[in-house]
Structure formats: C-alpha cells, structure tokens
C-alpha cells in the first residue's frame, strides 16, 4: 500500500509506534531505574532505539522505509547500511523466521552485533536491557502486521 510518495503506509506506522515507544521508554526511565536499575535501563533505552532502525523488515527485498528514512538523513549511509543489509534479507524469507518473536531479533543481534558489543562494555544488565528493548520494538512490530 502507498501514499502516492512511494513510501509505505505500514511503514511509517511501524516507525510511529517505535518512536513513540522509544519515547516512552525514556519518560519512564526514572521509574525504570528504581525497579532494575539504571544500567538495565540504560540497555532498555538503547534496544529501543536500536529497534526503530533495526526492524523486522530489514528481511525485504526492497527498500524498506527506515532504509529510506537512514538514506534521507545521509545518502552514502543509507547505501551502505542497504548493502550491509542485502545478505540478510536474501537469507531470510519476508515474515519468516525474522519475524519470529525473540529468535527474530537474536538473528538481528547476531548479524549486526555492535549494539551488543557496546552494551557489554557496560555489563551484562546492559546487554538484557538492549536486548529487551529490541524484542519489545519487534514484538510491537509483529503484532502490527497481524
């Protein structure tokens, strides 16, 4: 489905929901940090970050619209993270195993480990957080496309 702009209606009601639930996770940090503490939560807030970009989507076969977003924002890399991608979206049928809850996203964490790699830098609650923080933004995904 399009708007006429060649952009998909779909996606950017993926990218509202992430922003918004990015943006929640942020308002809600303070609270967050009492409950699991704030490295977790720092972890949270980047896996929701992270999963505004890092979509389930990023398995399509053609330009998804967080791609052209990245490609807006600075041409040469919204080409290279298009070309970064391709491997993955060849290996991974569209709503396949990429759309899976939890494994979807560990195939993401595995593929494109530098978020991990960062969090750990910072402890293992870093990385539950980061990777929490993703699968809630591929959960919300999911449950959009049904």
């Known amino acids: 489905m399009s708007n006429g702009g060649g952009e998909s209606v779909t996606g950017k009601q993926h990218a ?18 009492r409950l699991v503490g704030y490295d977790a939560v720092m972890g949270l807030i980047a896996g ?18 967080e791609e052209n977003r990245i490609k ?4 040469l890399c919204g080409k290279i993270w298009i070309i970064y991608w391709l491997p993955y979206s060849k290996a991974f049928k569209h709503r396949g ?3 899976a809850p939890i494994v ?16 750990g830098w910072f402890g293992i609650a870093s ?4 990777l929490a ?6 959960l919300l995904h999911i449950a959009g496309d049904r």
């Open 16 to 33: 509202t929901v992430s922003t918004i639930t990015a943006s929640v996770t942020v308002l809600a940090s303070p609270a967050l940090t």
């Open 104 to 119: 979807g996203t560990m195939t993401r964490a595995l593929y494109f480990p530098l978020p991990v790699i960062v969090a």
């Open 97 to 99: 195993i990429s759309h």
């Open 133 to 138: 923080g993703w699968a809630l933004q591929d």
């Open 48 to 65: 929701a970050i992270v999963g505004i970009l890092v979509t389930p989507d990023i398995d399509h076969h053609v330009i998804t619209y």
């Open 72 to 75: 807006r924002w600075c041409n």
């Open 127 to 130: 990385v539950v957080g980061l």
